[in-house]
């Protein structure tokens, strides 16, 4: 992404860091100046200064703890929060402890930077960032252009251009570059998306200043970077119309027009097109270039206004607390589900507790993640219960990929998810409104009183989630991810259902309803050992019926015949899109480095009948408590599976075999001859001790 710092004026010069300011404006006079000696920057990498003097903030734990709590500046945010913000979803058994040091390294950094007053407050509820003499980005982007707004609604169109350009010079690269916990970018996100909405506001301004140039210089690359935001997009073409560029104003369009088709199967709303319409008829009316920038803003001005649209009086029996939407154009019910998967099977008790999902008490929103490890069929399941219960909500379903475990997509954003599903409930383009916070209010206002569901396919995160859920209880949320994403659990009862892998039962029906049961019945032992083989993986089990199916002649027994050897066993299961090992390497890349080192050891023991703490204490060289930690991290990543605990309480664990077979490809791919020899033999040295000390007990 490129960032543009500055247009053909330097406003990075008038609005540096200084260590006086005044929280209104940098015009007012002296007389209401308070001091700021301490210096927050937010709006691109994470800097503290103290009186000009920067403060070492440390790793990126305390960092993203500090991050936190200035997005929450003034006000306390809980333990909980913070360890979701420092860690994400894989909390430590030590959160409660480490918070506190954190904090305290924290609060010594700022000491040996001169600070002398306390920055970071605890609380009975956590901690809180104080804002006596802080100076903090965020908060003066928000101040100046309320500024910049009140100067456009009084006809000062000078200074509300050159206050807009002030604000958006704060922004100095990606907004906390460098912190990727899943909550801190949310939050990334929605600056992001208010970064964007100023630039629209500034780009109206300086159109009715007559300065259509200056737009094109600083619009051109933000469009490149988001071509889906057709708000940009058309002040962009009023710029590049009022320049004289005509043809690269249409080509403009032509662009966003097909980004649009093709990213999300929509035509351009109404306010694009009729910038589109506009420079169409010929060359702006007039030659001066102060009337053209009036006539390109008064088509801005519609634009901006459209997003303001007047919105209806609450629906009848509806929650009127909630901020309404603007009326949709036309009343759309949306009907997004995928097909459902074919030759279903099993996965009773799970449609059971979903169908139990939608009776619940009728005062809070009913949520269900289906949890489980890639392959196992989340998405098959979900469709399957969508499908069976569309009739329940007769306002429509809508479907979203979240590309949470995606090798070929980036994960998908709240905000561009929800301009999807707003334009499918029917709402113009041009009323969609630019921040994320926006977004989301609109989207519950506008399925407030109505009964539909959302299916958020292959989430990411409790993060990625919580802006796309609606607030009426009417409506029913199915999400599906690798990990169980408690956050949904605790924050909003979310029920939890996880899926394991198919009985080999279920796995021999599974080929049977593929094949067909003439074929099955034909060969029921090499259906039978297929389907061991496959070891209960649907995805594993649709490729290899797959393959049978496209060569009606072939023998079953041949197929698990390739598949018996183990060390292409993997390369077998692949056909087209679908590959089993590439859905596991996906959760294995996001592995701490501990975890994937003790995944990759496990994966040279045989050990069918599964393993103890103490077996990683031996492979890592570890205390069996370190062990125990690092087995949980790998089953939080759906790539162990735990079975209960033993005679003696100790917890037990066991590969799903085709992981297990990854896990060794990945050992011996990465780790010398010699180097697996040791690790093996200090497991079968540490094995023999623990068998010696058990007969001495006994």
């Given at each position: 992404m490129r960032w543009i710092r500055s247009d053909t004026r330097d406003y990075k010069g008038r609005f540096s860091m200084c260590h006086r300011f005044d929280s209104r404006g940098p015009d007012r006079p002296p007389g209401d100046v308070m001091t700021a000696h301490i210096e927050f920057r937010?709006?691109?990498?994470?800097?503290?200064?103290?009186?000009?003097?920067?403060?070492?903030?440390?790793?990126?734990?305390?960092?993203?703890?500090?991050?936190?709590?200035?997005?929450?500046?003034?006000?306390?945010?809980?333990?909980?929060?913070?360890?979701?913000?420092?860690?994400?979803?894989?909390?430590?058994?030590?959160?409660?402890?480490?918070?506190?040091?954190?904090?305290?390294?924290?609060?010594?950094?700022?000491?040996?930077?001169?600070?002398?007053?306390?920055?970071?407050?605890?609380?009975?509820?956590?901690?809180?960032?104080?804002?006596?003499?802080?100076?903090?980005?965020?908060?003066?982007?928000?101040?100046?252009?309320?500024?910049a707004r009140k100067a456009a609604a009084a006809g000062q169109g000078e200074q509300a251009a050159e206050t807009m350009g002030r604000v958006l010079a704060l922004w100095r690269g990606p907004v906390l570059a460098g912190i990727d916990?899943?909550?801190?970018?949310?939050?990334?996100r929605g600056l992001?998306?208010?970064?964007?909405?100023?630039?629209?506001?500034?780009?109206?301004?300086?159109?009715?200043?007559?300065?259509?140039?200056?737009?094109?210089?600083?619009?051109?690359?933000?469009?490149?970077?988001?071509?889906?935001?057709?708000?940009?997009?058309?002040?962009?073409?009023?710029?590049?119309?009022?320049?004289?560029?005509?043809?690269?104003?249409?080509?403009?369009?032509?662009?966003?027009?097909?980004?649009?088709?093709?990213?999300?199967?929509?035509?351009?709303?109404?306010?694009?097109?009729?910038?589109?319409?506009?420079?169409?008829?010929?060359?702006?009316?007039?030659?001066?270039?102060?009337?053209?920038?009036?006539?390109?803003?008064?088509?801005?001005?519609?634009?901006?206004?459209?997003?303001?649209?007047?919105?209806?009086?609450?629906?009848?029996?509806?929650?009127a607390?909630?901020?309404?939407?603007?009326?949709?154009?036309?009343?759309?019910?949306p009907a997004q589900l995928p097909p459902a998967v074919s030759a279903f099977v099993g996965r009773t008790a799970q449609l059971r507790a979903l169908d139990r999902l939608p009776r619940q008490d009728g005062r809070h929103l009913p949520v269900g993640v289906i949890s489980g490890v890639a392959g196992v069929g989340k998405t098959a399941l979900a469709l399957r219960w969508a499908h069976q219960a569309a009739e329940r909500f007769p306002d429509g379903q809508l479907f979203a990929n979240l590309h949470g475990h995606d090798p070929d997509q980036e994960s998908a954003r709240p905000a561009a998810v929800l301009e999807r599903f707003l334009r499918a409930l029917g709402i113009q383009a041009a009323a969609v409104p630019a921040g994320l916070e926006e977004r989301t209010a609109l989207f519950r206002s506008a399925l407030d009183g109505r009964r539909v569901l959302v299916v958020l396919d292959n989430a990411e995160s409790a993060a990625q989630v919580r802006p796309l859920l609606p607030a009426t209880p009417g409506c029913c949320v199915i999400v599906t991810a690798r990990r169980r994403l408690e956050g949904l659990m605790v924050d909003h009862g979310a029920l939890p259902v996880p899926v394991e892998m198919l009985t080999e039962?279920?796995?021999?029906?599974?080929?049977?309803?593929?094949?067909?049961?003439?074929?099955?019945?034909?060969?029921?032992?090499?259906?039978?050992?297929?389907?061991?083989?496959?070891?209960?993986?649907?995805?594993?089990?649709?490729v290899a019926a797959a393959k049978l199916a496209m060569r009606p002649r072939w023998p079953i027994a041949e197929m698990a015949a390739q598949l018996a050897?183990?060390?292409?066993?993997?390369?077998?299961?692949?056909?087209?899109?679908?590959?089993?090992?590439?859905?596991?390497?996906?959760?294995?890349?996001?592995?701490?480095a501990r975890a994937a080192l003790a995944f990759r050891r496990l994966g040279l023991v045989d050990a069918p009948g599964g393993f103890a703490p103490w077996l990683v204490a031996a492979l890592l060289?570890?205390?069996?408590?370190?062990?125990?930690?690092?087995?949980?991290?790998?089953?939080?990543?759906?790539?162990?599976?735990?079975?209960?605990?033993?005679?003696?309480?100790?917890?037990?664990?066991?590969?799903?075999?085709?992981?297990?077979?990854?896990?060794?490809?990945?050992?011996?791919?990465?780790?010398?001859?010699?180097?697996?020899?040791?690790?093996?033999?200090?497991?079968?040295r540490f094995g023999t001790l623990r068998y010696d000390a058990g007969l001495a007990r006994g």
């Open positions: 937010v709006l691109g990498p994470l800097e503290a200064g103290v009186r000009g003097r920067p403060v070492r903030l440390g790793g990126p734990r305390p960092r993203s703890l500090l991050a936190a709590l200035l997005l929450d500046a003034g006000r306390v945010v809980s333990v909980d929060r913070l360890a979701a913000a420092v860690w994400g979803e894989r909390l430590p058994d030590s959160v409660r402890t480490q918070i506190p040091i954190h904090v305290h390294a924290l609060r010594k950094a700022f000491d040996a930077a001169g600070c002398g007053v306390p920055v970071i407050v605890t609380e009975q509820a956590g901690y809180r960032l104080s804002m006596d003499g802080v100076w903090l980005d965020m908060r003066e982007a928000e101040e100046q252009a309320a500024e916990t899943a909550e801190i970018a949310a939050a990334a992001e998306d208010v970064r964007l909405g100023i630039a629209e506001e500034w780009a109206e301004a300086e159109l009715a200043c007559g300065r259509p140039r200056e737009v094109v210089a600083r619009l051109a690359a933000m469009v490149e970077d988001h071509p889906l935001r057709e708000g940009l997009r058309a002040r962009l073409m009023l710029a590049l119309w009022h320049s004289g560029r005509q043809a690269d104003a249409l080509e403009s369009y032509r662009q966003g027009r097909r980004h649009l088709r093709d990213e999300l199967g929509l035509e351009p709303g109404s306010a694009l097109r009729e910038v589109q319409q506009a420079i169409l008829a010929g060359p702006p009316a007039g030659d001066a270039a102060r009337r053209g920038g009036v006539q390109a803003a008064a088509v801005a001005e519609r634009l901006t206004m459209a997003q303001r649209a007047a919105v209806p009086a609450p629906r009848p029996g509806g929650n607390d909630l901020p309404a939407g603007p009326e949709p154009a036309v009343a759309l019910r039962q279920e796995s021999a029906d599974l080929l049977t309803r593929v094949l067909g049961a003439e074929r099955a019945a034909a060969e029921r032992e090499a259906v039978a050992e297929l389907a061991a083989l496959c070891d209960g993986s649907p995805l594993a089990l649709r050897d183990e060390r292409s066993r993997l390369d077998q299961l692949s056909r087209g899109g679908l590959e089993v090992r590439a859905g596991i390497e996906l959760s294995y890349r996001e592995l701490p060289e570890t205390t069996v408590h370190d062990g125990e930690r690092l087995l949980e991290q790998l089953v939080d990543a759906q790539l162990l599976q735990p079975l209960g605990r033993d005679g003696a309480g100790r917890p037990r664990y066991r590969f799903h075999e085709l992981i297990r077979l990854f896990a060794r490809e990945r050992a011996e791919a990465i780790e010398p001859p010699d180097a697996r020899l040791a690790v093996l033999s200090r497991a079968v």
